[in-house]
């Protein structure tokens, strides 16, 4: 399909005092996953609060699924977690599942049938334990959560918008929402999530749009986006770690123009007219235990953190409402 | 289905399904049943009891006062003797005789003491002292009993003879008091004010219960953070309208269940009495009309809508429930208020206060029920009453959209009212 899955156009807005989000525009393509990064009051939940008719702009545009974001019905197939998660407590897991799904507009009957297959699917219904007729405050978080997540799915949505998934959640249950987003994009549907992880919107986006301030920095498919923050990047593997000369060298500025030094790892930018090479032969002539040498493409975090800087990351909102 | 039609269900339902609901509910009735028969009960008791003859009759008047009020205590002519006993005393020593009674009450060998003063006559005074003083019916029973038989005292030192001022002077008068309407008599005045009474305090209850658990909703769905996901499939607006009207119908559920069984209490109120052994009502109880039950009906779902939507932009401000106690406080002071009012507007139910009361909406809702059930008011009065109501339910419930869309999602830092002022403002 040619129309994207959403196109955002010059939105911004301003709460009291504080331009939450300027002038952004971005186009999010059909049967992707979409990643908007930026650090915490970057203005991702506005956007995506924006993009949800929560709150309006104060200017621009914003179609979804080829319609205006307000017209009748479009909302209904959006599905949408918020980063917040939270559920009715004193309510039957079946009962707020049955009423989410009403809301966007799925008959008891057609939902009640699903529920019962994603509860058994996320392993909420066993032989011996039916949760779904247990109250939402006697499951476990992680219980919740899964519940929330079939909440978002229930009504079968082209679109589904996950606002910081990852946040307060294990490594398993972490992986498990991977494999959920993999199989998302496998059945056609687009995903927008947002998050200030890099390591995992590298490995899961397609694409992605880094904001930072409530400003676009940059945006485009992952490999694009890379491949315009250029090759000349050399990652570098020490055993032992750095001598004293092979620091020297590392310092250079006449071959390093910047460096990310994790103890035995290094990302490296080489500086203007030096090359490679030239780095190499250097290394091993100060007797460096070079374990890898390898020319690579920027990780999107190295990324990040050239174009929003590394006080852009930790500016402003802890509020983690950005 | 429109949508906020799933809120308004939800809201019902989850209510309904609870225990809170089904208690509340039998208890109601019960409560109401009780109202209606307790004036019976009540008038059982009501007649003085044995305590007011267990007395000493200290006569130090030497007229034959004494012994004509212990024989009338006694029970006339052929009565107990064994109950009022007379102590006639000398004139000086009737100081002495009031503190061996006091002892003698104290030892509960008697329940009190009439003291009769050598000039009674001219003086028309005397002291009674026991432990039955504070009983408004035994005081009365024995006044009423002193009264009469001094008045035939004089009456036969006037010259009047003595069966002749017996039966003169042995008035048992009652007042009835009956209440006139435009309708005609409508029944006894007092338990007209006690039925407006009741009618008035049932819906500060009401509204302010339903209130209650409209700003509790609020305060959880957005506690729980629920609010995010439901305002992304349906507006705020949308989902204040669906809660108002969900929990509105858990309160008009409510109360036609309580009017309905009442209303069955007091129609089979006989039999009912007959089988608690209790005697028939000695009055009639008011009639209330349909077209009367009908505007009952509407100040009370105006006053919840009117008072609801406030205190849903109350949740809205606040984070938790223990700082929405605080922060109710003005919407409840202004309920609370009415309530105040109802002692005076039921002394004075056409004062200049009652009228103001009964059109400004943060009162009328119980006010204007109240005079309806004192008074017959002009349909001007209650058409202006009403109009004022619907005018602030529209204003209140703008204000209330605007804060409530605003604040539901708005955590941290409690707004001060300058920026609720301007959530206000903003147009959107």
């Known amino acids: 399909m040619a129309e994207p899955a959403v196109q955002i156009r010059n939105i911004a807005k301003q709460f009291a005092t504080h331009q939450a989000v300027r002038d952004l525009s971005l186009t999010v393509p059909r049967g992707t996953v979409y990643g908007l990064l930026g650090p915490n009051g970057a203005g991702k939940t506005t956007t995506i609060r924006m993009l949800l008719n929560i709150i309006a702009p104060d200017s621009g545009s914003i179609t979804v699924l080829g319609q205006p974001h307000t017209s009748e019905g479009v909302l209904d197939r959006v599905g949408y977690l918020p980063e917040e998660r939270g559920l009715y407590k004193k309510m039957e897991v079946r009962r707020v599942l049955r009423f989410l799904a009403e809301l966007k507009g799925v008959r008891r009957k057609v939902a009640d049938p699903r529920i019962t297959d994603w509860l058994e699917r996320l392993g909420l219904t066993t032989p011996e334990k039916d949760w779904g007729e247990a109250k939402v405050d006697e499951l476990s978080r992680g219980m919740q959560q899964k519940v929330q997540f079939i909440g978002t799915l229930l009504h079968d949505p082209e679109l589904v918008i996950l606002d910081e998934p990852f946040s307060g959640l294990d490594p398993i249950n972490a992986q498990a929402l991977k494999d959920a987003v993999v199989d998302l994009k496998r059945e056609g549907r687009t995903v927008i999530f947002s998050t200030h992880l890099m390591e995992n919107a590298e490995r899961m986006c397609d694409a992605v749009c880094i904001i930072a301030h409530g400003e676009k920095v940059l945006d485009g498919p992952v490999s694009a986006v890379k491949a315009e923050a250029g090759d000349r990047r050399v990652a570098l593997d020490l055993g032992g770690g750095a001598t004293n000369g092979v620091a020297e060298i590392l310092n250079d500025p006449s071959l390093v123009y910047r460096m990310d030094d994790s103890n035995h790892s290094f990302e490296i930018e080489l500086a203007a007219g030096a090359d490679a090479q030239q780095l190499l032969s250097r290394l091993v002539a100060a007797g460096a235990c070079i374990q890898r040498f390898e020319l690579v493409q920027p990780s999107l975090h190295q990324i990040f953190l050239e174009r929003v800087g590394a006080a852009g990351a930790v500016e402003e909102g802890l509020t983690g409402n950005g | ?428």
Request: hydrophobic content about 50%.
């Open chain 2, 1 to 428: 289905m429109d949508k906020f039609w799933t809120v308004a269900k939800r809201e019902y339902l989850e209510r309904v399904r609870t225990k809170w609901f089904l208690i509340t509910t039998i208890l109601a009735p019960l409560l109401f049943g009780g109202i209606v028969l307790l004036p019976v009960w009540f008038n059982t008791r009501g007649r003085p009891s044995a305590d007011v003859s267990r007395i000493l009759v200290l006569d130090a008047s030497h007229s034959g006062l004494g012994q004509r009020i212990a024989k009338e205590l006694n029970g006339g002519l052929f009565g107990d003797t064994s109950l009022t006993h007379l102590v006639a005393v000398a004139p000086g020593a009737l100081a002495r005789a009031e503190s061996t009674a006091t002892q003698e009450v104290m030892h509960n060998s008697v329940e009190g003491y009439l003291a009769i003063g050598p000039d009674v006559l001219t003086s028309l005074h005397m002291q009674y002292a026991g432990r039955n003083a504070s009983s408004a019916v035994d005081m009365d029973a024995l006044e009423r009993t002193v009264r009469n038989q001094l008045m035939a005292l004089r009456l036969e030192r006037a010259g009047v003879e003595r069966s002749q001022a017996a039966a003169l002077s042995t008035l048992k008068l009652t007042l009835d008091a009956d209440r006139i309407t435009d309708k005609g008599r409508g029944g006894s005045g007092t338990v007209n004010s006690i039925f407006a009474f009741i009618v008035a305090f049932v819906l500060y209850i009401a509204i302010f219960l339903y209130g209650q658990n409209v700003l509790r909703g609020v305060v959880e769905e957005k506690q729980s953070h629920v609010a995010e996901v439901v305002v992304s499939s349906i507006s705020a607006t949308k989902l204040l309208w669906g809660k108002v009207i969900g929990v509105g119908a858990v309160g008009l559920t409510q109360l036609l269940i309580s009017v309905a069984a009442s209303m069955l209490i007091v129609n089979a109120r006989r039999p009912i009495l007959h089988a608690l052994g209790l005697p028939q009502l000695p009055f009639e109880l008011p009639h209330l009309g349909l077209g009367a039950a009908v505007l009952l009906i509407v100040f009370f779902l105006l006053g919840y809508l009117f008072y609801s939507a406030l205190f849903a932009a109350v949740g809205a401000m606040v984070n938790t429930e223990h700082e929405a106690q605080q922060v109710q406080l003005p919407v409840a002071m202004l309920l609370v208020m009415s309530a105040v009012f109802i002692q005076p507007v039921m002394m004075a139910p056409e004062s200049a206060l009652a009228r103001f009361l009964s059109v400004f909406p943060f009162s009328s809702p119980i006010m204007m029920p109240l005079r309806l059930s004192l008074l017959s008011l002009p349909t001007f009065d209650i058409v202006l009453s009403l109009l004022a109501l619907v005018a602030g339910c529209y204003i209140a419930v703008g204000i209330a959209a605007k804060i409530y869309r605003t604040g539901l999602l708005m955590y941290g830092k409690r707004p001060t009212l300058r920026e609720v002022v301007r959530w206000v403002r903003a147009a959107e």
